[in-house]
């Protein structure tokens, strides 16, 4: 099978362009791993900083890898005091049953199992209605030093403490819901969770006796 | 359309994309950006830009390429020069300007089904000179964020009270919350395409009028 010089002509462009496109995005993607990593890390850190209660260590430093089944592991980042001693832990919880999808919770929990903060790090709920959950101080404070105990974990239209809001009901039912979860899911691991802490601690130590 | 080498009017052809054959107001084209991000004026300015920024790029590169593609596969090498183009887009908001990112997410990789800057590669770039067509997407784009810019202004005064984050109205103002959700943006829409259509019908009308006395002083002369 021979082609004609138009058809060569027809292949040898899209080859070219196809070529230099993808050149094209492989070095702009080499250029901005770098700035997006940090920027990922930038944000996260801003938001661990809201949720976690005064501390002395680098809780993006510390992070470790909590097993939540044989594939799955929770990323927890605790917050030291001077000491070394945790203080508070904070992970992300996933709600699945927002307005319009996934709610991703960002939790901070004390030790001694109070919520020391939330921040919601993403969603796409309804802009001026479901994105109180952002926008609205207020209301994420209200989370602020409830327990599993202290707090009826619904929203007040299901008879329980928290606000929803005008128009918007879903959302903030899934939120509590979610940090109410991770209350439990704190209450159940708090022990494990204490000694993956001092197994990396330990770990750690080990690394700096290498020369 | 004027053929290859007469270099157009610079003021007619940025006129003509930015108000009289404006992507929204004229073509009604890049409807799906247009009612998904401008909930807010912020939002949709700047997805205004990052759209202008592709139309640039796109008007740029396909004008000086328009000689060597052959017309039998002139849509498939667009279509890849702007698909890459906008991936260049995504991922420098994504590194620069990470919390924008997080709010437009889905709508910037849709910039590339967005018709209006394949329209203007097809129609525009791909028989004129490469000024012309820059200035052809300038006026396109700036048009298209001005659309953008205005319904997402309407729908944040309208539905919140607030504009670019700032309380206009005060806290007493009770959000028409029509105005946030989709339908909002649509009713919204009508109301700025018949204002549109209105000076547009003034222009056109003051354009006769002129017309017209010239002919009289014309008629009178003979």
Same mark, same amino acid.
Not at chain 1, 73 to 77: A, D, E, H, R, T
Not at chain 1, 96 to 102: E, L, N, V
Not at chain 2, 109 to 119: D, K, S
């Given at each position: 099978?021979s082609f004609d010089k138009? /058809?060569?002509?027809?292949a040898l462009?899209l080859?070219v362009?196809?070529l230099v496109?993808?050149?094209?995005?492989?070095?702009?993607?080499?250029w901005?791993?770098?700035?997006i990593?940090e920027a /990922?890390?930038?944000?996260?850190h801003?938001?661990?900083?809201?949720?976690?209660?005064?501390?002395a260590n680098?809780?993006l /430093?510390?992070?470790?890898?909590f097993?939540?089944?044989?594939?799955e592991?929770?990323?927890?980042?605790p917050?030291?005091?001077?000491?070394g001693?945790?203080v508070?832990y %904070?992970?992300?919880?996933?709600a699945?049953?927002?307005?319009?999808?996934?709610i991703?919770v960002?939790?901070?929990?004390?030790?001694?199992?109070?919520?020391a %903060?939330i921040?919601v790090?993403f969603?796409?709920?309804t802009?001026?209605?479901g994105?109180g959950?952002?926008?609205?101080? %207020?209301w994420?404070?209200?989370?602020?030093?409830?327990t599993?105990?202290n707090a009826?974990?619904?929203v007040?239209?299901?008879?329980g403490?928290?606000? /929803?809001?005008t128009?918007?009901?879903?959302?903030?039912r899934a939120?509590?819901k %979610?940090v109410?979860q991770g209350?439990?899911?704190?209450?159940n691991?708090q022990?494990?969770?204490?000694?993956?802490?001092?197994a990396?601690?330990?770990?750690?130590?080990k690394?700096?006796?290498?020369p | 359309?004027? &053929?290859?080498?007469?270099s157009l009017n610079k003021?007619?052809?940025f006129q003509?994309?930015?108000w009289?054959n404006?992507a929204?107001?004229?073509?009604?084209?890049?409807?799906?950006p247009l009612?998904?991000v401008t909930t807010?004026?912020?939002n949709? #300015?700047w997805?205004?830009?990052?759209?202008?920024? =592709?139309?640039?790029c796109s008007?740029?590169? =396909? &004008?000086?390429?328009?000689?060597?593609?052959?017309?039998?596969?002139?849509?498939?090498a667009?279509?890849v020069i702007?698909?890459s183009?906008?991936?260049?887009?995504?991922?420098?908001?994504?590194?620069?300007m990470?919390?924008?990112?997080?709010?437009?997410?889905?709508?910037i990789?849709?910039?590339?089904?967005?018709?209006?800057?394949?329209?203007r590669?097809?129609?525009?770039? &791909?028989?004129n000179?490469?000024v012309?067509?820059?200035v052809d997407?300038?006026?396109m784009?700036?048009?298209?964020?001005?659309?953008?810019l205005?319904?997402?202004?309407?729908?944040?005064?309208l539905g919140?009270g607030?504009?670019?984050?700032f309380?206009?109205f005060g806290?007493?103002?009770?959000?028409?919350?029509? #105005?946030?959700?989709p339908?909002?943006?649509?009713?919204?829409?009508?109301?700025?395409l018949?204002?549109?259509?209105?000076?547009n019908? $003034?222009?056109?009308a003051k $354009?006769?009028a =002129?017309?017209?006395?010239e $002919?009289?002083a014309?008629?009178e002369?003979v």
């Open positions: 099978m138009a /058809q060569q002509k027809i462009t080859f362009v196809g496109s993808a050149t094209l995005l492989a070095l702009v993607d080499k901005t791993a770098g700035p990593a /990922q890390r930038q944000a996260l801003q938001s661990l900083l809201q949720v976690l209660p005064e501390h680098d809780p /430093q510390d992070m470790f890898l097993p939540m089944s044989k594939q592991s929770l990323k927890v980042f917050a030291k005091d001077k000491k001693d945790v508070a %904070a992970w992300q919880q996933v699945p049953d927002g307005y319009s999808g996934t991703k960002l939790m901070g929990v004390r030790v001694s199992g109070e919520v %903060a921040r790090v969603h796409k709920e802009p001026g209605l994105d959950i952002v926008k609205n101080t %207020a994420l404070n209200s989370f602020i030093d409830k599993l105990s009826k974990w619904l007040k239209k299901d008879g403490d928290f606000d /929803q809001f128009g918007a009901t879903i959302t903030p939120v509590v %979610a109410h209350l439990i899911f704190y209450k691991n022990v494990d969770m204490l000694k993956r802490v001092y990396e601690a330990l770990n750690k130590d690394e700096g006796d290498k | 359309m004027p &053929s290859n080498n007469d003021q007619e052809i003509d994309g930015f009289f404006n929204i107001f004229a073509q009604l084209l890049g409807m799906c009612l998904g807010t004026a912020e949709g #300015f997805m205004g830009l990052a759209t202008l920024a =592709v139309l640039l008007n740029l590169i =396909v &004008s000086l390429v328009r000689g060597f593609i052959p017309d039998e596969v002139r849509i498939p667009y279509i702007i698909a183009l906008v991936t260049v887009v995504e991922l420098a908001m994504n590194a620069w990470h919390d924008m990112y997080l709010i437009l997410g889905l709508f990789p849709l910039i590339v089904v967005n018709c209006a800057i394949l329209g590669a097809e129609a525009f770039a &791909s028989k000179n490469v012309d067509s820059v997407a300038l006026g784009g700036l048009g298209f964020t001005f659309a953008l205005l319904l997402g202004g309407v729908r944040e005064l919140q607030e504009l670019f984050g309380d206009v806290a007493s103002y009770p959000d028409v919350l029509l #105005f946030i959700l339908p909002g943006a649509f009713i919204a829409l009508g109301f700025i018949a204002g549109v259509n209105l000076v019908m $003034k222009l056109q $354009k006769d =002129v017309i017209i006395v $002919k009289q014309g008629s002369s």
